[in-house]
């Protein structure tokens, strides 16, 4: 009868571990050089690198996978050992065969934006609408960052060292056009749903207005004011008295209650 032996596992493929080999392709060298070649590089805009123990986890997991060896072990003066560690030549061809890969096959990856898109209607539209404007504005202030690294970074680099940069940049604009528009259609009412049920803890302010900010949410809900209804018979001078509620507020309000044809007096 024949035996049969298991197949060996393949060495498992992280972002991390593909930047460690490609580290290594260039010189030996130890775990913390690594990483501070990763941050002077901006390549941690793309390796998450900022713990260093990741880093040594995941060499030591590609020297027991036979992709990295240890070149020699020291211990200068008063400073810790030192390990610097070379890339194998199974490293190498794994290396490559990784970065066909994750070239050529889309992930699918799980990222948090998506997901919270995918359960809009456990908020109310306004709460969604109020999120969304500030992403807008963090979008944009990312887009314009990405735009001064790639002029400043095309003076003294070849464009082979700024292409993820640009895809960067274009992902970014993408989302900004795509989140803007959503935001557009939720303040025109062309993307709506009904408000999820208040609980304990925050009653439902379904319809005040995002502009009027946290301060004046809290201070109208403290004094029973949760909807825009419940401030139609208001006079707009006790609005003024509440704590939290200043000018802008109130023009924010005077406004939303105008276009629902409610006060305040």
Same mark, same amino acid.
């Given at each position: 009868?024949?035996t049969?032996?298991? /197949?060996?596992?393949? &060495?498992?493929?992280?972002?991390l571990?593909?930047?460690?080999l490609?580290?290594?392709?260039e ?9 501070q070649?990763? %941050?002077? /590089?901006? %390549? ?7 713990? /260093? ?6 060499? @030591?997991? +590609? $020297? /027991? ?6 070149e ?5 003066? %008063? ?12 490293g ?8 066909? *890969?994750? +070239?050529?096959?889309?992930? @699918? ?15 109310s539209p306004?709460?969604?609408?109020e999120a969304?404007?500030?992403? $807008? ?10 735009? *001064? ?9 070849p464009? +082979?060292f ?8 274009? +992902?970014?604009? *993408? ?9 557009d ?5 062309r993307?709506?749903? &009904? ?18 900010g946290? &301060?004046?949410?809290?201070a ?6 949760? *909807? ?5 018979? $208001?006079?707009?001078?006790g609005?003024?008295r ?5 000018? %802008? ?17």
């Open positions: 009868m024949a049969h032996y298991p /197949r060996p596992v393949p &060495p498992r493929r992280s972002v571990a593909m930047a460690v490609s580290m290594l392709g010189e030996a060298m130890h775990a913390y050089r690594m990483q070649l990763i %941050k002077e /590089r901006h %390549k941690d805009d793309v390796v998450n690198v900022t713990q /260093r123990n990741s880093i040594y986890q995941t060499v @030591q997991r +590609l $020297v /027991r996978d036979g992709l990295v060896d240890v020699s072990t020291s211990r200068p003066a %008063k400073r810790p050992e030192r390990t610097t560690y070379r890339i194998t030549p199974e190498r061809a794994t290396l490559r065969e990784w970065l066909r *890969t994750m +070239l050529s096959n889309p992930a @699918q990856e799980y990222p948090e934006f998506p997901a919270a898109l995918a359960f809009l209607p456990s908020l306004n709460e969604v609408l969304l404007t500030t992403r $807008v504005a963090r979008l944009e202030e990312g887009v314009a960052a990405l735009d *001064t690294d790639l002029a400043q970074g095309s003076t003294f680099l464009r +082979l700024l292409v993820e940069t640009e895809l960067q940049r274009e +992902l970014a604009a *993408t989302e900004l056009g795509y989140v803007r528009g959503l935001v259609d939720l303040r025109a009412g993307l709506s749903w &009904p408000a999820p049920p208040a609980t304990d803890e925050a009653p439902a302010l379904a319809d005040l207005p995002p502009g009027i946290a &301060p004046a949410r809290r109208l809900q403290a004094a029973g004011y949760p *909807t825009l209804q419940s401030l139609a018979d $208001v006079d707009e001078a609005l003024a509440l704590h939290g509620v200043g000018p %802008k507020a109130l023009r924010v309000l005077r406004a939303a209650l105008a276009e629902r044809g409610l006060g305040p007096r």
